[in-house]
């Protein structure tokens, strides 16, 4: 399986353009126990990433030049191996610029849509 991510290839100077990003293709890593697999529908795009990009002190360390872009996604469920957790529902969660990946669900929240949102379980 493919993944498609948004890759910082150099520091921005100014107004950040195309010319500073790159789009790969990488394979999803294998999803193993105590992850899930989450196909990621919607990607943020905030100010804040203008900072995360500098290689300057914020609140967050900046993105490595030749890493994936940081962005906040909410995403589908597609493979679980975390007791916790089915494949099925969608979940918010701090992610990469990325299609897929497989991560803890201490990264996720549960969105049950028209429902309620609540805490994911941790790992123990």
């Known amino acids: 399986m493919q993944n498609r991510c948004l890759i910082l290839n150099d520091r921005p100077v100014g107004v950040p353009g195309p ?27 905030d100010p804040a990433m203008r900072g995360w990009v500098n290689d300057a002190p914020n609140y967050s360390p900046p993105v490595p ?17 975390h ?19 497989a991560t803890g669900p201490t990264l996720c929240e549960n969105f049950l849509i028209g429902k309620h949102r609540s805490r994911a379980p941790s790992a123990s």
């Open 19 to 45: 010319e500073f990003f790159d789009i790969d293709t990488r394979r999803v890593p294998d999803v193993v126990e105590g992850e899930i697999l989450v196909r990621n529908r919607y990607l943020s795009v």
């Open 65 to 81: 030049v030749g890493d994936v872009m940081r962005a906040i996604a909410v995403g589908e469920v597609v493979e679980s191996r």
């Open 83 to 101: 007791p916790a957790y089915q494949a099925t529902g969608f979940r918010e969660r701090s992610a990469g610029r990325n299609t897929r990946s």
